[in-house]
């Protein structure tokens, strides 16, 4: 191809530089868990070990403050 034969093909097909094809899905091979629910971050859900992890938490959100 020349250069203006390249320019044409430019200008009625546009550039495409690679991000076109089949999107991927955002959530495969993840893990769906509670573990990121605001009860289980606050411990509001009453589990000893959930209120014991929500305290060191806010321990450590308070530390540089």
Not at 19 to 37: C, H, I, L, P, Y
Request: no cysteine; aromatic share 8%; hydrophobic share 25%.
């Amino acid at each position: 191809m020349s250069k203006e034969s390249d320019f044409q093909y430019i200008l009625e097909n546009g550039i495409n530089f690679g991000r076109g094809g089949e999107r991927k899905d955002s959530n495969a091979g993840k893990v769906k868990t509670k573990a990121k629910k605001k009860k289980y971050i606050t411990g509001a859900h009453g589990s000893g070990s959930a209120m014991q992890k929500a305290k060191y938490r806010e321990q450590r959100a308070n530390r540089h403050k």
